[in-house]
C-alpha cells in the first residue's frame, strides 16, 4: 500500500543565495520579459572542447570536474582549459540515455549516478589529492536498485541547502511507477549524504521525496529554500516545477498545466521543440536553464515565473547543464555527440560566460 505522509514535511530552510553572477553575464538576466529578447550579451568563451557525451558539472574547491556518459569517466579541468582523467566509474553500463550521468561533491566525496546491469545508483567516493593530481578512491553505495531502461532514467544529483542528497529519478518507460510510491521511478528522492532515510521526509521510512515525475532532469534551489526541477514531457509539454514534499507532479494521468486539484501544476511549460529543459543553475535574481531539443539558454526571473526569455538560440546546438564557477561566471556544458545532436568542431565543449 502506498506510504501515508508523515507529520513532518521536509522543507529545506533558507540558505546564502549563490554569489551573483558577473555583470557581463547579468546584462542579459536582469530584464527577462515574456518574449525572447536580442539584448547584447557577449559570446561565451569555448573554455574547453573535444568532451565525449558530457553531462554534468560539479565543483570540488573551485575545480570543475565533469561525467562523460558513454566513457565513464570523471575529468578535472584545469585553469587552462586542458583535461585530465581522474578516474573511471567502476561497471557503467551505457546505453540511449543511460550511462555515467549526474555528479555532486560533497565533504571531499565524489557522487555519481550511473546506470550499471543492475539498474541506476548513487556511489560515494572519497576524493585525494591537489588540483592537477586529483584522484579517486574506493566506492560506497549510496542507493541502487533505482529502474534504468535506454530512456527516461533521470540522473541529477545534487546537495540541497538542507545538507540532503536529492536524486532525479526517471520512469525508464514504466509510466505507472511514477505514481507508485514504493517504486523509485518517477520521482525526486532525498536522503542522507550516506544514503539514510531523514526522518523528516514526507513519507516515512522512504527516500521518495516528489512523485509523478516522467524525466525530472535538473534541480536547483533559491535563497529562500524553494526547489526548482526541470522535467522533460513526452510530446505536448515540458516542465518547470516547483517542489513540495510529498507532491504529486501528476505523471502519466496529467503532462502540462492540468488545474487538476489532484495534482501540482508547473509553473511554467514550453513545447519540447524549444525546450527539452536540462540541467539549471539559480542566481540572485533568476533561473537558468540548459535545454536540449531547443539548442537555447533560458532565463526565469524569480520575481515571475510564468516569464522567460532566451539567449544562445541554435548557436551552440544542444545545451544539457548550466552551473556557476569561480566568480560568478556561467559554465554551459553542449550535448551535440550523443547521437541526437550535430557535433560542430571542437564539440562537445564547455562554454564560460563572464571572465572572473
Same mark, same amino acid.
Given at each position: 500500500?502506498?506510504?501515508?505522509?508523515?507529520?513532518?514535511?521536509?522543507?529545506?530552510?533558507?540558505?546564502?543565495?549563490?554569489?551573483?553572477?558577473?555583470?557581463?553575464? #547579468?546584462?542579459? /538576466?536582469?530584464?527577462?520579459?515574456?518574449?525572447?529578447?536580442?539584448? $547584447?550579451?557577449?559570446?561565451?568563451? $569555448?573554455?574547453?572542447?573535444?568532451?565525449?557525451?558530457?553531462?554534468?558539472?560539479?565543483? &570540488?574547491?573551485?575545480?570543475?570536474?565533469?561525467? @562523460?556518459? =558513454?566513457?565513464?569517466?570523471?575529468?578535472?579541468?584545469? @585553469?587552462?582549459?586542458?583535461t585530465r582523467e581522474v578516474g573511471i566509474i567502476d561497471g557503467v553500463t551505457p546505453g540511449g540515455e543511460g550511462g555515467l550521468l549526474g555528479l555532486a561533491v560533497h565533504d571531499g566525496e565524489v557522487y555519481s549516478y550511473s546506470t550499471a546491469r543492475s539498474g541506476n545508483r548513487v556511489e560515494r567516493?572519497? #576524493?585525494?589529492?591537489?588540483?592537477?593530481?586529483?584522484?579517486?578512491?574506493?566506492?560506497?553505495?549510496?542507493?541502487?536498485?533505482?529502474?534504468?531502461?535506454?530512456? &527516461?532514467?533521470?540522473?541529477?544529483?545534487? !546537495?540541497?541547502?538542507?545538507?540532503? /542528497?536529492?536524486?532525479?529519478?526517471?520512469?525508464?518507460?514504466?509510466?505507472?511507477?511514477? +505514481?507508485?510510491? =514504493?517504486? /523509485?521511478?518517477?520521482?525526486?528522492?532525498?536522503?542522507?549524504?550516506?544514503?539514510?532515510?531523514?526522518?523528516? *521526509?514526507?513519507?516515512?521510512?522512504?527516500?521518495?521525496?516528489?512523485?509523478? &515525475?516522467?524525466?525530472? +532532469?535538473?534541480?536547483?534551489?533559491?535563497?529562500?529554500?524553494?526547489? !526548482?526541477?526541470?522535467?522533460?514531457?513526452?510530446?505536448?509539454?515540458?516542465?518547470?516545477?516547483? %517542489?513540495?514534499?510529498?507532491?504529486?507532479?501528476?505523471?502519466?494521468?496529467? @503532462?502540462? %498545466?492540468?488545474?487538476?486539484?489532484? !495534482?501540482?501544476?508547473?509553473? +511554467? +511549460?514550453?513545447?519540447?521543440?524549444?525546450?527539452?529543459?536540462?540541467?539549471?543553475?539559480?542566481?540572485?535574481?533568476?533561473?537558468?536553464?540548459? *535545454?536540449?531539443?531547443?539548442?537555447?539558454?533560458r532565463i526565469v526571473p524569480l520575481d515571475d515565473l510564468t516569464a522567460s526569455t532566451e539567449q544562445f538560440t541554435g548557436e551552440f546546438g544542444r545545451l544539457r547543464d548550466v552551473v556557476v564557477g569561480a566568480g560568478g561566471t556561467f559554465w554551459i556544458l553542449t550535448n551535440n555527440t550523443d547521437g541526437?545532436?550535430?557535433?560542430? @568542431?571542437?564539440?562537445?565543449?564547455? /562554454?564560460?560566460?563572464?571572465?572572473?
Amino acid at each position: 500500500m502506498p506510504l501515508a505522509p508523515s507529520s513532518a514535511a521536509a522543507r529545506p530552510p533558507r540558505r546564502a543565495v549563490l554569489a551573483a553572477a558577473s555583470v557581463l553575464a #547579468l546584462m542579459a /538576466l536582469a530584464s527577462c520579459s515574456t518574449e525572447p529578447t536580442a539584448t $547584447s550579451v557577449p559570446a561565451p568563451e $569555448s573554455f574547453v572542447e573535444g568532451l565525449d557525451v558530457p553531462w554534468s558539472i560539479a565543483f &570540488h574547491d573551485g575545480v570543475a570536474l565533469v561525467s @562523460e556518459r =558513454d566513457s565513464g569517466r570523471v575529468l578535472e579541468i584545469a @585553469e587552462d582549459g586542458e583535461t585530465r582523467e581522474v578516474g573511471i566509474i567502476d561497471g557503467v553500463t551505457p546505453g540511449g540515455e543511460g550511462g555515467l550521468l549526474g555528479l555532486a561533491v560533497h565533504d571531499g566525496e565524489v557522487y555519481s549516478y550511473s546506470t550499471a546491469r543492475s539498474g541506476n545508483r548513487v556511489e560515494r567516493r572519497p #576524493l585525494s589529492g591537489a588540483p592537477g593530481d586529483l584522484s579517486l578512491g574506493a566506492a560506497t553505495t549510496v542507493i541502487d536498485g533505482i529502474p534504468a531502461a535506454g530512456n &527516461h532514467n533521470g540522473g541529477r544529483i545534487a !546537495f540541497g541547502p538542507d545538507g540532503m /542528497l536529492y536524486v532525479t529519478t526517471g520512469d525508464a518507460g514504466d509510466r505507472e511507477s511514477a +505514481q507508485d510510491l =514504493d517504486s /523509485l521511478g518517477g520521482k525526486i528522492l532525498r536522503l542522507t549524504p550516506t544514503g539514510g532515510i531523514p526522518d523528516d *521526509n514526507p513519507f516515512e521510512g522512504s527516500p521518495v521525496y516528489s512523485y509523478g &515525475h516522467r524525466n525530472p +532532469q535538473g534541480i536547483a534551489w533559491d535563497a529562500e529554500g524553494r526547489m !526548482f526541477a526541470t522535467e522533460f514531457g513526452q510530446d505536448t509539454w515540458d516542465e518547470l516545477n516547483v %517542489i513540495e514534499p510529498g507532491g504529486d507532479y501528476g505523471w502519466p494521468a496529467v @503532462e502540462g %498545466i492540468a488545474e487538476d486539484s489532484a !495534482f501540482i501544476d508547473p509553473v +511554467q +511549460q514550453w513545447r519540447p521543440d524549444a525546450a527539452s529543459p536540462s540541467g539549471m543553475a539559480v542566481t540572485g535574481s533568476d533561473i537558468v536553464i540548459a *535545454n536540449l531539443r531547443g539548442e537555447r539558454l533560458r532565463i526565469v526571473p524569480l520575481d515571475d515565473l510564468t516569464a522567460s526569455t532566451e539567449q544562445f538560440t541554435g548557436e551552440f546546438g544542444r545545451l544539457r547543464d548550466v552551473v556557476v564557477g569561480a566568480g560568478g561566471t556561467f559554465w554551459i556544458l553542449t550535448n551535440n555527440t550523443d547521437g541526437r545532436g550535430s557535433p560542430a @568542431e571542437g564539440d562537445d565543449r564547455i /562554454l564560460r560566460l563572464g571572465r572572473d
